[in-house]
Every structure is written in structure tokens, then in C-alpha cells.
């Protein structure tokens, strides 16, 4: 049996037979040459999928699970999407029983990453099911396939995670100061070094912390919030969930204080904002929600109305002067 370009891909999107894995299994042991020759065309693979409809990676998705089914055997299909903006999608089908041992080595090699610069927010969902919300000026590193005992991810930045539940597998969120694991939630975190700013927020379900500094362990519960300030943790209830509207394009200024609040906006419109006046404004509204959709003069434009300050718009350089 011949093993070429057509086969790889089918196996890519666990449409090959059980033979053909085999046949590829043996083909990788061949040589050195085929064994680039395979990490080549998945990486082709990879990209050429990036630029996929998402109606068209549904349709790819339906087609091999009608596959499967007329197969008529037991498997775990595992997916992997990611939609960028909302329009970009990549994905593929592998199966646990296609895998021989020589393409499982190669495949669980592979890391993906992604990256939003500000302005950008994304959602992705992870091989297993996982469903990860990507916050502007944020990254996240995690492996084409899950192998072994854990779900391990990397993250930098913020990221809501709804987590698939599996109790063989737990899920690792790894941040520079504390790793977050869990065997399926829905929780918030907030991981930026530079800033040396760490929280989490338990949506969902129990996570457990552990500090990478002295190993020691905290439980959370539902409904609870951790926040690591100098260089300790603290472990408090969850109020509002306003904090966590930017999944749905929206920021919320509820308790916010002015220089926070374009914080956010310099996070989320891709923006620079000085401010050059000595006191701060004061937010007049009690609840305030803004559609990032709409626009950083219309954001600024609102809250004027209820506060007092003034604003130019350098567009050259980027730059909002508050005055």
C-alpha cells in the first residue's frame, strides 16, 4: 500500500482505515525522511485548515462522525476548532484506535499557540472538548492531542475555561505563579507576570491551587475568588459576575474606578490613554455596560455625559488625552 499526501490527510481527519494506519505506523519506522515527510504535511495540514469556513469545519465534522458511525465501532473522536474573530476556524478528527504507537509519538509532539493582541478576543475549543474563551493581550499554549494522565495548558493573560469533564484526566491550567487543576468547571484567570497580577474566579465545580513558589495547596469551592497580593493568597466569595461580560463583547465599569476603566479600554479598543489631569473623574453611573462593538469615542462619549473631563483623539499616534 502506498503511502502519500491523500492517506496522511485521511488520517488527519480519521478517515483511513485500520489497515492504512498500520500501513503508516510502519512506513514512519522506515525512516528519518519519512518521518519529516509526515511532520511536513501535518503541518500543511494545519495551516490549509486555518482557513476554513466554520460551516465548512461543521460539515467536515458531520461527514467523518457519519463515518464513524457506518464504521460501527467504539472510539473517542476528539476535535479541535479554533475560531479566530469569530470567521477563522481549524480543525481535524484523530482517533486513540487509528494511532500507532510511531504516529502517536509524533502527533503528541505538537503545541499550538495562540495569541490575541489587544482589541482581539477569541474562542477555542481544545481536543477535548474544552471551550476556552481568550481575552484581549493574552496567549495560550496547548497541545494538538492530550497524551498521558493530565490536560496541561499554558496560559498568559486572562481566559474563562469551561472545562470538559473527564475524571482519568485532570486539567492543568499552568500560570507563572500558581498551576489550577481541575476535572471539569468553569472558571476565570487572570495571569500576567509583567504586572505580577494573579486571580482566579470558580464559576463552576471545585479547582485546587497549587503555588509553584513553596507547593502549597488551596481548595475553592464554588462561587469563590482567589487573588494573590504581595506574594500571598486570599480566598474570598464571589460577588458580581460583571467582571466576565467581555466573553459577550461587553465591559462592564460597575465599582470601577476612571483609571481602571481605561485600563480596560486601552485593553480592549488597542489603544494608548493618558491622562494629564490631576484628579480622577468620577464614574456617575451605578451600573454601566458598554458594547466594545460600538466603538472607543462612543465608550468615551457615554461617560461623559454623568462626568466631568474632556477628550482629544490623536490618531496618528494612536493616543486618547484625558483632560
Not at 19 to 48: H, I, M, P, T
Not at 191 to 197: F, H, Q, R, S
Not at 201 to 215: F, I, P, R, Y
Not at 277 to 302: F, H, K, N, V
Amino acid at each position: 500500500m502506498k503511502v502519500d499526501r491523500d492517506l496522511m490527510y485521511r488520517f488527519f481527519q480519521n478517515m483511513n482505515t485500520e489497515e492504512e494506519a498500520e500501513c503508516l505506523g510502519q512506513w514512519l519506522k522506515e525512516s528519518e525522511d519519512n518521518e519529516r515527510e509526515f511532520r511536513k504535511a501535518y503541518d500543511v495540514f494545519l495551516v490549509s485548515q486555518m482557513f476554513l469556513s466554520s460551516a465548512e469545519v461543521a460539515k467536515v465534522r458531520t461527514e467523518a462522525e457519519m463515518q464513524l458511525g457506518r464504521r460501527k465501532r467504539r472510539s473517542r473522536t476528539v476535535w479541535l476548532t479554533v475560531s479566530v474573530a469569530a470567521s477563522l476556524a481549524l480543525g481535524f478528527f484523530v482517533s486513540d484506535l487509528f494511532f500507532t504507537k510511531p504516529v502517536k509519538d509524533l502527533v503528541k509532539e505538537s503545541t499550538l499557540a495562540l495569541s490575541n493582541s489587544p482589541g482581539q478576543i477569541t474562542t477555542v475549543t481544545l481536543s477535548d472538548g474544552t471551550v476556552v474563551h481568550l481575552n484581549a493581550d493574552s496567549r495560550i499554549e496547548y497541545p494538538a492531542v492530550f497524551y498521558g494522565n493530565e490536560r496541561r495548558v499554558r496560559l498568559e493573560g486572562e481566559a474563562i475555561f469551561d472545562v470538559e469533564h473527564d475524571e482519568d484526566k485532570p486539567f492543568v491550567v499552568e500560570t507563572f505563579r500558581y498551576d489550577i487543576r481541575v476535572l471539569g468547571t468553569k472558571f476565570d484567570v487572570v495571569a500576567e507576570e509583567d504586572k505580577g497580577l494573579f486571580s482566579t474566579a470558580l464559576l463552576e465545580g471545585k479547582v485546587a491551587l497549587t503555588d509553584k513558589a513553596d507547593g502549597r495547596r488551596y481548595t475553592m469551592t464554588e462561587n469563590t475568588v482567589a487573588v494573590c497580593s504581595g506574594g500571598e493568597l486570599s480566598l474570598s466569595e464571589l460577588g458580581s459576575r460583571e467582571d466576565f461580560l467581555w466573553t459577550e463583547g461587553i465591559i462592564s465599569a460597575a465599582g470601577l474606578p476612571f483609571d481602571s476603566l481605561m485600563d480596560r479600554f486601552e485593553k480592549y479598543y488597542n489603544v494608548n490613554i493618558v491622562i494629564r489631569r490631576a484628579e480622577l473623574p468620577q464614574i456617575g453611573y451605578g451600573r454601566l455596560r458598554i458594547r466594545i462593538s460600538d466603538g472607543i469615542s462612543t465608550a468615551l462619549d457615554i461617560l461623559k455625559r454623568t462626568s466631568d473631563f474632556t477628550y482629544t483623539y490623536d490618531t496618528a499616534g494612536n493616543t486618547i488625552y484625558i483632560d
